[in-house]
């Protein structure tokens, strides 16, 4: 069983900066890639990106403004967020599949992007 708590949302105005992070219960090396989706109102959930030994990999309009980064020693994964638009207003959740395959979610943090 993997718990992931995510936090680090708020209200920021656009250009703005946050820094999500995603704790997990357990041990992250040697885990899948841990992703970052997320969901606005009224929309799908989206992948934003993921973070795994191969690397990094995000969505084509975060490209440049977001970065993943990882912190075994405290099992956590850090998504800083620059440039912020309206449009990446959301609720972003971390996402991870253990060794045996199943599938967890975290509880989600809002991000508010508004002037």
């Known amino acids: 069983q993997v718990q992931l708590v995510e936090s680090g949302g708020g209200v920021v105005q656009p250009g703005g900066s946050l820094r999500l992070s995603c704790a997990a219960s357990?041990?992250?090396?040697?885990?899948?890639?841990i992703r970052w989706f997320r969901q606005a109102a009224g929309k799908e959930r989206e992948w934003v990106g993921g973070?795994?030994?191969?690397?990094?990999a995000y969505k084509d309009s975060v490209k440049g403004r977001f970065t993943l980064s990882r912190d075994n020693a405290k099992n956590t994964v850090y998504l800083q967020m620059n440039g912020l638009k309206p449009e990446d207003t959301a609720v972003y959740y971390c996402?991870?599949?253990?060794?045996?395959?199943?599938?967890?979610w975290g509880q989600g943090t809002q991000v508010t992007v508004s002037s």
């Open positions: 996402n991870v599949d253990d060794l045996r395959g199943n599938n967890y």
């Open positions: 357990v041990s992250i090396l040697g885990m899948r890639p």
């Open positions: 973070i795994g030994n191969a690397g990094t």
